[in-house]
């Protein structure tokens, strides 16, 4: 039996057709990835709907989709470069720098936790950045040599449904030290 073009051209609609926008046959959304932080010293399970975006000039991993309304970014203070420090006063400091740059805020905690059997502390914050509704959840996480600021937030709109993955991206934290 020889190809002809007309039938090359009907299995190659068919592929397509039966292949969803994620190119898998199943229908199923890939499940999350492991990113690492652009120093090595962290990783977050990401899920496939969240690309890498330039979010803030110095995080060490930053996320998003623009569609869904959830970003996320990582910022590492080094305790090299701190005199004095522990995961109080990094929590306080990093959670007043963000407070700076929201209008009416709302704060709720802090929560004490343990993430990857390390200390964390974590806020959630409701205000408005440039005239939007934004909820954050703010965490800082202490390992032996950094304290981590996951910040990860959405619109207020958004946050009840992105809450649960949001939360998920946080506790997925891994310290590669």
Same mark, same amino acid.
């Not at 946080?170 to 030290?177: A, G, I």
């Given at each position: 039996?020889?190809?002809?073009?007309?039938?090359?051209?009907?299995?190659?609609?068919?592929?397509?057709?039966?292949?969803?926008?994620?190119?898998? $046959?199943?229908?199923?959304?890939?499940?999350?990835?492991?990113?690492?932080?652009? #120093?090595?010293?962290? %990783?977050?399970?990401?899920?496939?709907?969240?690309?890498?975006? /330039?979010?803030?000039?110095?995080?060490?991993?930053? =996320?998003?989709?623009?569609?869904? /309304?959830?970003?996320?970014?990582?910022?590492?203070?080094?305790? $090299?470069?701190?005199?004095?420090?522990?995961?109080?006063?990094?929590?306080?400091?990093?959670?007043?720098?963000l407070l700076?740059?929201?209008?009416?805020?709302?704060?709720?905690?802090? =929560?004490?936790?343990?993430?990857?059997?390390?200390?964390?502390?974590?806020?959630?914050?409701?205000?408005?950045?440039?005239?939007?509704?934004?909820?954050?959840?703010? !965490? !800082?996480?202490?390992?032996? #040599? =950094?304290? %981590?600021?996951?910040?990860?937030?959405?619109?207020?709109?958004?946050?009840?449904?992105?809450?649960?993955?949001?939360?998920e991206i946080?506790?997925?934290?891994?310290? !590669? /030290?």
């Open positions: 039996m020889r190809t002809t073009p007309a039938t090359l051209l009907s299995c190659m609609l068919l592929a397509i057709m039966t292949l969803t926008p994620s190119g898998n $046959a199943s229908g199923q959304e890939e499940g999350p990835r492991t990113m690492f932080s652009m #120093d090595g010293s962290l %990783s977050l399970d990401i899920p496939a709907h969240l690309d890498t975006m /330039e979010l803030h000039e110095d995080a060490v991993l930053q =996320v998003g989709d623009y569609y869904s /309304e959830i970003y996320v970014i990582v910022l590492n203070d080094w305790k $090299a470069d701190l005199e004095g420090w522990n995961i109080g006063k990094d929590s306080y400091i990093t959670l007043g720098n700076r740059s929201i209008s009416a805020p709302i704060v709720q905690g802090p =929560v004490m936790s343990v993430i990857d059997d390390l200390d964390a502390i974590q806020y959630v914050i409701e205000g408005a950045v440039d005239g939007k509704k934004i909820v954050y959840l703010h !965490t !800082t996480i202490e390992t032996p #040599d =950094v304290f %981590s600021q996951i910040v990860a937030w959405s619109l207020r709109s958004r946050y009840e449904e992105n809450r649960m993955e949001m939360e946080v506790r997925s934290f891994q310290s !590669t /030290e």
